[in-house]
């Protein structure tokens, strides 16, 4: 299998990640965003929304967004399980990725793009919703602090996909200035032994 991918953009990391928790081998094919290669006609030819990441079968078809790549190797290689052990887990963890997803990473995302200089020649920025948006980063931050102060895992009691989302948006935070300190304890502890996985490195 073939994953395009780019290594500072945080979705396909969610996949390398994945991937390498499961000791999945997968073909990485780099797309640098920077110089615009996702919207060169080799790659639209590919994925014609110049996105990433995209996973390319063996047999041609090509899977996008990449929850869905996730959730879709899930199927075929089920251990070990990353978005739960059974329904009440899978429940949890799929509750956890939608919260995160939208609480966490989509304001992350609006902090980055209307407050970077990377952006500021790609788009109209608005840094006052930029800023609003890094408000609202914090305020996750303090509640996902608050709902690990005593579970050492995002949605139970295992590592899980949530886990993943969670610590890759969060990395993602940093170009912008979002970090974890001293106010998020709990928080930190987790983001330290994730980070110790060998998986986070992918």
Known sequence: ???????????????????????????????????????????????????LPTLELDDGTRVTESLAICRWLEERHPVPPLFGRDADERREVNRWIDRLMFRLYVPTTHVFRHTHAFWATRLTQVPAWGEQQRTAVLAEYAALDAHLADREYVAGDAFSMADVVAFTTIDFGKPSGLRLGDAHPHAKRWYDAVRARPSASA
Not at 18 to 34: N, R, S, T
Not at 37 to 50: C, D, F, K, S
């Open 1 to 51: 299998m073939k994953l395009y991918s780019n290594r500072f953009a945080p979705s396909p990391r969610r996949v390398r990640m994945y991937a390498a928790e499961k000791g999945l081998v997968l073909d990485v094919v780099e797309v640098d965003l920077a110089a615009g290669e996702q919207r060169a006609p080799g790659y639209l030819a590919v994925n014609p929304l110049a996105e």
